[in-house]
């Protein structure tokens, strides 16, 4: 569908989910214009080869665009000669330009899109209790290798709950690399739910992946199914959102590459996860290994601003994007993050504005004083993963939109 469709036309056609909003497109050259030279530059600089954007605002879309190619023009011989050795190289390919329906490695906004909202509605139909100790759900991990010095003697682990792991203050570290010494699904979980606390719950907010595998561990127990399977029927499809774990098997193709792996998997990293421990867990995690389109991600984000349906009851929507008031200055609600100064959302988005990153350059931000979400799809990782100049490209974008739409 053309960016200059009439403003009375759904979009996607046909549909009757939350996708179906009213294209309002039409002017998006000009209001945006500020935005969109902001992620041109961007690509010309190189602070990532593509991207995707779509804005959304009380049930009207107002921009939609993509932006660059799925690598440098640069690139291709670098990715020949990627691998260990000749016979693993693969053949050099051209870039391929980014379109509107590009899928992407989501990365981290799995955590929200798919493991939170599959906390919220166990919890609405009062299958899980926030309240639950982890070790009451998943004994294991009560077994842990250690804690650190200072904490063995509490037993700090049994005072973890569910609350914690969403709100990242359970005390367990912000990463592993599990994948090191571990493969495989069962492997893997074994080894996060035996990772040590480096800190006592409730002592401090430290963002964690493996918090979250450990809760989509949890809630797969709960649920008696893996995420992947409980989202698609629960969540993606009733919302007609083009959204899945293993891309492959979902059927999508020509995904933008995020890196080139010297270090794990000696190729480079295409239409598979980024992450290496979501990859060594075959894919299916509850912190990464989620893919999709930009509009899918905003459709959701719809879902949510418009009150949760037909999901999710208003007050579960409060409770889950709604900041903690503990650990002390605590920006994370139960699965999202809200604006701290600086914030990656800008300097214009409301107080009780929710959002997530992704590794991969992803971001999702929504502000309900507006009814406004602002959905920015990359691979800025490409093709190292070194560079970090998404973080004062991306609130410039949110600030350029917001005023726009603030002045009208």
């Known amino acids: 569908m053309s960016g200059q469709s009439h403003d009375s036309s759904p979009v ?16 998006q050259d000009r209001r945006f214009a500020a935005a969109f030279r902001l992620l041109q530059e961007a690509v010309a600089h190189r602070v990532f080869p593509g991207a995707a954007l779509v804005v959304a605002r009380k049930g009207e879309l107002l921009a939609w665009k993509a932006f ?8 291709a011989a670098d990715e020949t000669q990627s691998s260990s050795t000749k016979s693993q190289a693969e053949p050099a390919r051209e870039p391929k330009r980014i379109t509107r329906e590009t899928v992407w490695d989501l990365a981290s906004l799995t955590k929200p899109i798919a493991t939170t909202s599959m906390a919220m509605l166990l919890w609405q139909q009062r299958r899980l209790s926030l309240d639950a100790q982890v070790v009451a ?44 010494h571990a493969s495989g699904r069962e492997a893997m979980v074994a080894a996060a739910l035996r990772v040590p606390l480096a800190a006592a719950p409730m002592e401090r907010a430290e963002y964690s992946d493996v918090g979250f595998i450990v809760l989509g561990e949890l809630l ?15 969540i993606f499809y009733p919302l007609k959102l083009t959204l899945n774990f293993c891309p492959e098997t979902a059927g999508f193709i020509d995904i933008p590459p995020t890196v080139i792996d010297i270090d794990f998997r000696k190729r480079t990293v295409r239409c598979e996860v980024n992450d290496e421990n979501a990859f ?65 959302s800008g300097t ?36 190292d993963g070194r560079n970090q100049a998404i973080k004062q490209v991306r609130p410039a974008v949110h600030d350029a939109i917001v005023g726009a739409l603030d002045e009208g």
């Open 220 to 234: 797969e127990r709960v649920a008696g199914e893996r995420i992947d399977s409980f989202c698609q029927r629960e």
């Open 12 to 27: 996607p056609d046909g549909s009757q989910s939350v996708l179906a909003l009213v294209d309002s497109t039409c002017e």
């Open 68 to 75: 660059g190619n799925s690598t440098y023009a640069t690139d």
């Open 137 to 180: 759900l998943v004994p294991e991990f009560a077994d842990a290798k250690g804690d650190e010095p200072g904490l063995r003697e509490s037993k700090p682990r049994e005072s973890v709950t569910v609350r914690m792991l969403l709100a990242h203050s359970s005390g367990l570290p912000a990463h592993r690399k599990l994948y090191q």
């Open 348 to 383: 214009r988005f409301s107080p009780k504005s929710f959002g997530h990153l992704g590794y991969t350059g992803t971001s999702l931000w929504c502000d309900p004083d507006r009814g406004l979400s602002v959905t920015l799809l990359t691979n800025r990782t490409w093709p």
């Open 280 to 344: 060594a867990m075959g894919g299916v995690a509850g912190h990464a290994g989620l893919f999709g389109d930009a509009l899918s991600v905003a459709g959701f984000a719809q879902c949510l601003l418009s009150g949760g349906q037909p999901l999710f009851q208003r007050e579960t929507v409060e409770l889950f994007t709604t900041r903690e008031s503990l650990p002390r200055r605590t920006t994370r609600t139960l699965g999202w993050d809200t604006p701290s100064a600086p914030s990656q």
